[in-house]
């Protein structure tokens, strides 16, 4: 037996590791590379909304906290917000927050459609047209682990910006565009997990990963090796 | 090798090995330092690392006591909540002066001090273990940089040594860190670049590297196809007969 060559070793390891996870580190630095440019906060979809209009309250006018929580026994905690610029207590309680008018005491119901969308345009920063909405029963897959019922806004543009509104108090529950979309499975493909996208401890990941140290480290030695190699060949 | 090339076109395997070379100098340690910190992310338990859901509410649903007295509040305010501070009912209101609490049912002013402080931790985080050191912070610390405000540190001596951060204007329970969040933190570090702030993935230099990096790996793809060769697969494609080169 000869002694064992390695910069053979070296590079045949590089190689085949490679072939094993080639495909992988090229949708590692594809999926890597989008994620970086695109800024998180336009991901987000901050710049589609903006803060509901607001303005001061004046607690002194309105019914009492004590005499909201005396109809809503069942609530955990109260909160003086508004409803298309009325005053409401929004009861929070173990199933969907209730609503409460906040001049008049009565518990308000769930809001229609027209309320949804003038809630839904009245924080949406771009073209108000309203290409579709819908009251979900079942989570879409965008809208991942949060829980339905919602409502789904659909606003006209090339990249579908879709505004989720509660049914019960009106408020914004979340945003999604396409870039968004476009994140989602780039960090599908970027974390492996492709049932729930969010587990990033799954096996295949974790092989994968291991395996790529192994192709990087043996790509550094080769590296190093070459550099050396070609001094001493000159010299 | 060189006259080889000469007589090539300018897109030959050489070239791009010469491009796989020169970014693995420049940049390969970078890429060395991404696949170990995503390899660490990927083992360290999501779990025990915590920190990504929002802070556990601390409200319990035991019923209102009858002596619950409306706000104290002659004038406008920007915010108002009936909540419950572990288990007693407070106003937070916020108003041009900021936010404080309000004793729901006296109507005094609420501090949250060290012992409330604690109080919010353990029952928010479920944490038994004494306390090591309860530390007043006027602004966030590393650890705890989603949150803004004055607030509290609660350093406890469990296995895994987590701190817990509370408000001290509101009293609400923000964040709890554990070492395994710690290392976490550090090789995601090493992952996002931000080595100030720990927090941006969206700065110039990454943006360089992460291009630069996609010719590593691009280059490196197409090489593939031009450092096999097919006897090299004989232990799966069975034998075959010379190749016709």
Known sequence: MTAIRWPLLVRRTHKWLALFVGIQVVLWTVTGFYMVT??????????????????????SNLVKPTEVVASVPEATELRLQRLLGKPVWRAETSKMPVLIDAQTG??????????????????????????????????????????PPYWQVEFAGWNRPTLYISPTTGELI?????????????????????????????????????????????????????????????? | ?????????????????????????????????????????????????????????????????????????????????????????????????????????TGQQ?????????????SAYHVSAPLKQVTRLEKANLEARDHAGPMWRLDFADADNSSSYVSAVTARPLVTRSDTWRTWDFVWMLHNMDYVNRKSFNHPLIIFVAFGTLWLSLTGFYLLFKSFRRREFRWVLGPWRPEAR
């Open chain 2, 1 to 105: 090798m060189e006259s080889l090339a000469r007589r090539k076109p300018f897109f030959t395997p050489l070239l791009f090995r010469k491009i796989h070379k020169w970014v693995g100098l420049i940049l390969g340690l970078q890429f060395v330092l991404w696949t170990i910190s995503g390899a660490v992310m990927a083992l360290l338990d999501m779990e025990k690392v915590g920190g990504h859901a929002a802070a556990p509410s601390a409200a319990s649903s035991s019923a209102w006591p009858a002596t619950l007295a409306p706000p104290p509040l002659p004038g406008p305010v920007d915010g108002l909540l009936l909540r419950r501070v572990v288990n007693r009912p407070v106003y937070e209101v916020t108003d041009r002066s900021g936010v404080r609490l309000l004793d729901a049912q």
């Open chain 1, 38 to 59: 695109v800024h998180i906060d336009y991901i987000h979809g901050d710049h589609l909304v903006r803060p509901a209009p607001g303005g001061a309250f004046s607690p």
């Open chain 1, 106 to 147: 009565t518990k308000l119901a769930p809001l229609t459609q027209a309320q949804v969308e003038a809630a839904a345009r009245s924080v949406y920063t771009g073209d108000p047209t309203i290409v579709s909405t819908k009251l979900l029963t079942e989570a879409p897959l965008e809208m991942q682990t949060r829980k």
């Open chain 2, 110 to 122: 609420v501090t949250v001090d060290r012992t409330l402080a604690e109080q919010v931790a353990r």
């Open chain 1, 174 to 235: 979340s945003r999604r565009h396409a870039l968004w979309r476009v994140f989602d499975v780039a960090w599908m493909l970027h974390i492996m997990d492709y049932d729930e996208r969010s587990n990033v401890n799954n096996p295949l990941l974790r092989v994968a990963t291991w395996s790529a140290v192994a192709m990087a480290l043996s790509g550094a030695w080769l590296l190093f090796w070459s550099i050396r190699w070609r001094k001493k060949k000159k010299a």
